[in-house]
């Protein structure tokens, strides 16, 4: 059923998002007769659908997608690389897998070309990723370079037994010093393509502890933030819930003239693991990139 956030946006735009594919294969599914909508055809994608409709694609039709590429055009900061496991720090505005507008340059073509062999761990079409960090967030993410370490990184993940720290410049100054977040994460019901904290979600869970306090150019906050789950956008959700969105965050109430910023100050600093060859711990840190050190530097006390 639409939602209102959908409503009067063009057809061809809502199959892409309901078919997760490119605007282009949902014009050609609504061209092929694939799409009904309140159980008629459409023959056009230009026509504007209304709050409250139905829409239903006929996926047998949906093109199967292509394997990922190895695209040796992205750069990628590998910080540590053995047998089993892949650790970069991702650079802000690179997408970790291919998708619907994201064909290539992403974090998995890049590691395809750098290892070929990562093509034959975990799922095909995203090929060792066993997390990971939205495309405007920076950062350490370990992927699987073997079966055995992308089962067990894995499991070790669904028993939250991966750390993952995260540095976030957030608006206004939080009550306490530390805390958790403790709220469910689903589908915004009003905006399919964003996460909110709704009622039916997943559990999801954020400890946070405020690192410095800032007043100008307006009140914010340095907070670490500490996942013990991992749901897409989880801690740019979560701090939005509690009124101190991430500063730059467009989607989620974090973009203000008042002190501006490239994309999301969010950067994912620490990971730690056992180590699915030695059974070992392992622990990496990545320092504030630029981009986001600039924008806390013009904070002030």
Known sequence: MIPSALADQRLDRVVSIIADVSRSVAAALI???AVTVDGEVWGSGKVKVREGQRIAVDVSLVP???LP?????VALDVVFVDADVIVINKQPGIVVHPGAGNPTGTVVNGVLALYPQVAEVGDPMRPGIVHRLDAGTSGLMVIARSARAYDALVDALTRRDVTR??????WGHPEVDEGVIDAPIGRDHRDPTKMAVVVDGKVARTRFEVMERYETPQPCALVECRLETGRTHQIRVHLESIGHPVVGDAAYGGARSSLSAPRPMLHARRLSFAHPGTGEEVSFEAPMPRDMAEVVARCGR
Do not use: C
């Open 165 to 170: 720290v995260y540095s976030a410049l957030v």
């Open 64 to 66: 199967r997608k292509e």
């Open 69 to 73: 590429a190895a695209d040796a055009s």
């Open 31 to 33: 061209d092929a007769g």
